[in-house]
Structures are given as structure tokens and as C-alpha cells.
T-cell receptor
Framework: GQQLNQSPQSMFIQEGEDVSMNCTSS?????WLWYKQDPGEGPVLLIA?????ELTSNGRLTAQFGITRKDSFLNISASIPSDVGIYFC????????????FGTGTRLKVLA | DTAVSQTPKYLVTQMGNDKSIKCEQN?????MYWYKQDSKKFLKIMFS???????INETVPNRFSPKSPDKAHLNLHINSLELGDSAVYFC??????????FGSGTRLTVV
């Protein structure tokens, strides 16, 4: 079935550094979502993107919906220890469909 | 005041048993979901109900049966549990097809 590939798979960064991760697919998506999952918790929605080319910010987070509609990236500026977690992208295949395909996740570890 | 709540949070059971997981949402959403997260953290959709009607039914063993008594509740019953069913099961809800709100998960361990 469809799969969303996220890279990097994991990363260690120093506190204060900027972080960039992306999500790519061979399929076209209508909506992109970015989630963060803390240990022992469910994923929490960070940013939703609904149009190709859309650039949206949420505090230190910025995400963009790729022009080709096959990719999206998430940037975190000035990382802090609580940014640790797994970041997932999720893509909606068809307009109005309730089904989202989740990416493989990027595990972020921040060194204080 | 939890938005999407699942019970139990942990479930340890023997192979062959039947178990249920319950989910409730107080967000007024019209759609609810069950996702399975495996040991590699991969999230895969299992089922979805919209206004009590089953709209997504992925390739899941028929030992898994969802039930939605009303828009705010979605339960998951699993018969004849197998070792491979061990995973974290997440309930989620949404307003139409907009982004999901997830519960905190039920960690199922089959021994």
C-alpha cells in the first residue's frame, strides 16, 4: 500500500539548533498533517496544511506543503529539550476522504 | 475533561482470551477511528465510523470487531487474542476529514 517516507529516521541535535525533517511519497496528497508523539502518549496535531505551496507556522514550528503535492517538510527553530519525541507526517489521499496515511516517523533527541 | 479517553491504558492477557477496549470523545466530532501502532511505532488505520456508520474497514483479521453505539463512543473487541496482536491501540476522532485528535493509547500485551 501507500507509504510515506520520513527522513531522517532519527537525529540528535544540540539545544538551540534548528531542525529540519521531511516527508516524501510517490502519491499525491490533498492534505498534510504533522504530529508529535511523546512517550506513552498519543500523537498531538502540530500543523495542518491544506493547499499546495502553503507555508504555516505554529510558534517555533514551520511546515510547508510541497508544490508537487508529494512532499512536505517541518522545521523547528531553536530547539529545546521538550522538543524530544517522534514526529509523524500524515497525508490525506483523496479530497474528503477520512483516511490518512502516516509516515515512518522521525525520532528527535535534543542534547542540553 | 479529557477530549478522547480510552480504557484501559494497559491490558495484559493470555493468548486465546477475548478482550475489549473502550473509547469516548467529548469533542462533538462525528467520526472516530482505531489505529494500531506496532513496536516500530508505525501507525496503521484499522477502522473508522462516521455517525455510527462503518466507513473504513482495512484488512484486519475478523477477530477484531468495532462497535459504535453512538457518535461519542467507539469500542474495539478482539476475540481469540494472539501474540502478534500485542501493540498500542489508539482511538482518535475528527470533525469530518480534518486532523485527528488521538487518545493516549491502550498498550495490549498478549502472553
Amino acid at each position: 500500500g501507500q507509504q510515506l517516507n520520513q527522513s531522517p529516521q532519527s537525529m540528535f541535535i544540540q539545544e538551540g539548533e534548528d531542525v529540519s525533517m521531511n516527508c516524501t511519497s510517490s502519491s499525491i496528497f490533498n492534505t498534510w498533517l504533522w504530529y508529535k508523539q511523546d512517550p506513552g502518549e498519543g500523537p498531538v496535531l502540530l500543523i495542518a496544511l491544506y493547499k499546495a505551496g502553503e507555508l504555516t507556522s505554529n510558534g517555533r514550528l514551520t511546515a510547508q506543503f510541497g508544490i508537487t503535492r508529494k512532499d512536505s517538510f517541518l522545521n523547528i527553530s531553536a530547539s529545546i529539550p521538550s522538543d524530544v519525541g517522534i514526529y509523524f507526517c500524515a497525508g490525506q489521499l483523496g479530497r474528503g476522504t477520512y483516511k490518512y496515511i502516516f509516515g515512518t516517523g522521525t525520532r528527535l533527541k535534543v542534547l542540553a | 475533561d479529557t477530549a478522547v479517553s480510552q480504557t484501559p491504558k494497559y491490558l495484559v492477557t493470555q493468548m486465546g482470551n477475548d478482550k475489549s477496549i473502550k473509547c469516548e470523545q467529548n469533542l462533538g466530532h462525528d467520526t472516530m477511528y482505531w489505529y494500531k501502532q506496532d513496536s516500530k511505532k508505525f501507525l496503521k488505520i484499522m477502522f473508522s465510523y462516521n455517525n455510527k456508520e462503518l466507513i473504513i474497514n482495512e484488512t484486519v483479521p475478523n477477530r477484531f470487531s468495532p462497535k459504535s453505539p453512538d457518535k461519542a463512543h467507539l469500542n474495539l473487541h478482539i476475540n481469540s487474542l494472539e501474540l502478534g496482536d500485542s501493540a498500542v491501540y489508539f482511538c482518535a476522532s475528527s470533525r469530518e476529514w480534518y486532523g485527528y485528535t488521538f487518545g493516549s493509547g491502550t498498550r495490549l500485551t498478549v502472553v
